[in-house]
């Protein structure tokens, strides 16, 4: 069955810190992998794509097909990224499903 | 635009209830997503409708159902209601219905049942 882990509920770093979200899938596909992003009180809204291979708001995320993982990374922290952070599978012959991690919570102390 | 709109923003139901749950997508969007998101989890998959047309479910029971209509607006339903199904229910739309195409988040329906 197809599942994303997310092993942490909470990660809590000093701004400045580097920062790093784990994500470990299990697909028999080849999955599409995504970062979804929660701030307070802002919608669900998505962060970044591993096939655009690119980085937003400094954040990088890189797929490792042989540890089937695709963590998430910023070398330096900043109070403005705190927030919730969930992993997801994307299914494609399933309608475009998305399966969602547990999500990690960031919070960066000042 | 206002973006994914979803109402009501929360209501509380009893047992054996009934409910309906709406979402509106952005425009020129057509395709419609629903998740349940219990207190401390990720949003789980219900359905994904895409030009009217079920294109997905998830592992729910019978009990949910859910339709979309011409313009693309879309309904969930749940029957029956257990106080299990307490839970936040997100509808995401996109313009299309493959999994590539950004999914935009409404802000979600919390829904209580005692």
């Known amino acids: 069955a197809q599942r994303v882990t997310q092993p942490e509920k909470l990660l809590s770093v000093f701004k400045g810190a580097p920062v790093e979200l784990k994500c470990n899938y299990s697909?028999?596909?080849?999955?599409?992998l995504f970062w979804y992003v929660q701030y307070s009180r802002q919608r669900l809204q998505l962060l970044l794509r591993?096939?655009s291979r690119e980085s937003i708001k400094g954040f990088t995320a890189d797929l490792n097909k042989g540890e089937t993982s695709f963590h998430l990374k910023k070398p330096f922290a900043q109070e403005e990224d705190s927030a919730m952070y969930y992993c997801?599978?994307?299914?494609?012959?399933?309608?475009?499903?998305?399966?969602f991690g547990q999500g990690t919570e960031l919070s960066v102390k000042p | 635009d206002a973006g994914v709109t979803q109402s009501p923003t929360h209501l509380i139901k009893t047992r054996g209830q009934h409910v309906t749950l709406r979402c509106s997508p952005i425009?020129?969007?057509?395709?419609v997503s629903w998740y349940q998101q219990v207190l401390g989890q990720g949003p789980q998959f219900i359905f994904q409708?895409?030009?009217?047309?079920?294109?997905g479910r998830g592992n729910f029971p019978d009990r949910f159902s859910a339709r979309q209509f011409p313009n693309y607006s879309s309904e969930l339903n749940v029957n029956a209601l257990l106080l299990g199904d307490s839970a936040l229910y997100l509808c995401?739309?996109?313009?299309?219905?493959?999994?590539?195409?950004?999914?935009?988040f409404g802000p979600g329906t919390r829904l209580l049942v005692l």
């Open positions: 425009s020129g969007h057509k395709s």
């Open positions: 995401a739309s996109s313009l299309g219905p493959g999994g590539e195409e950004t999914q935009y």
């Open positions: 591993h096939i």
């Open positions: 409708y895409y030009e009217k047309e079920e294109r």
């Open positions: 697909y028999s596909g080849s999955p599409e």
């Open positions: 997801v599978v994307v299914i494609y012959n399933q309608g475009g499903k998305l399966i």
